[in-house]
């Protein structure tokens, strides 16, 4: 079955460093991928998506390029900040199979030091 | 629009206590979603529905966990009886067909401990 699986964490970094988070997919045909952002008592928040093969998700800073080839979908961010200390989930919404759900990855918790 | 709105934010109750959780979703929104999040198993998809009827439940741990929607503006989940392996975030969500990249938003979560 569809499937997604990310870098296990936690992920801690100083301030302004780079990040990635990895996150790679099963599907059947052409998923879309998503990223999603929990922060602390929070529920998730849709950070970037990317419906198509080459598409570049972005937004805050984030960007993640839907990588047909490789089947990944890497988060990254050039420079972060310690309020993007969270806990980050990839996600595939499946046009095949269950079409009415996301499967999750198990997340990812950061942890940005000033 | 106000988002996807859960109640109660907080619940503490005791074991063997009936438990129920609201949803109203956005407006316009035909799929809704219940997830439980917990430390060791994450995020999990406990039962979604599409224009109010039960399309999977495969997710629902066992006999005591029970959905229902009875119209577009309102779902429950409800937990009878309550144990303490209960205790867990509960996350509704809706969308549209997710399938076509729609997102899915979800509310902030009803913070359930059973003592």
């Known amino acids: 079955g569809d499937s997604v699986t990310q870098m296990e964490g936690p992920v801690t970094l100083s301030e302004e460093a780079f990040l990635t988070i990895n996150c790679t997919y099963t599907a059947t045909g052409y998923p879309s991928l998503f990223w999603y952002v929990q922060y602390p008592g929070e529920g998730l928040q849709l950070l970037l998506k990317a419906t198509k093969a080459d598409d570049k998700g972005s937004n805050k800073g984030f960007e993640a390029t839907y990588r047909k080839e490789t089947t990944s979908f890497h988060l990254e961010k050039g420079s972060v900040q310690v309020s993007d200390s969270a806990v980050y989930f990839c996600a595939l919404s499946s046009r095949g199979g269950s079409q009415g759900n996301l499967i999750f990855g198990k997340g990812t918790k950061l942890s940005v030091k000033p | 629009d106000a988002g996807v709105i859960q109640s109660p934010r907080h619940e503490v109750t005791e074991m063997g206590q009936e438990v129920t959780l609201r949803c109203k979703p956005i407006?316009?929104?035909?799929?809704l979603f219940w997830y439980r999040q917990t430390m060791m198993r994450g995020l999990e998809l406990l039962i979604y529905f599409n224009n109010n009827v039960p399309i999977d439940d495969s997710g629902m741990p066992e006999d005591r966990f029970s959905a229902k929607m009875p119209n577009a503006s309102f779902s429950t989940l409800k937990i009878q009886p309550s144990e303490p392996r209960d205790s867990a975030v509960y996350f509704c969500?809706?969308?549209?067909?997710?399938?076509?990249?729609?997102?899915?938003?979800f509310g902030e979560g009803s913070w359930l401990t059973v003592v």
């Open positions: 969500a809706t969308s549209l067909l997710p399938s076509s990249g729609n997102t899915i938003y």
């Open positions: 407006s316009g929104h035909d799929y």
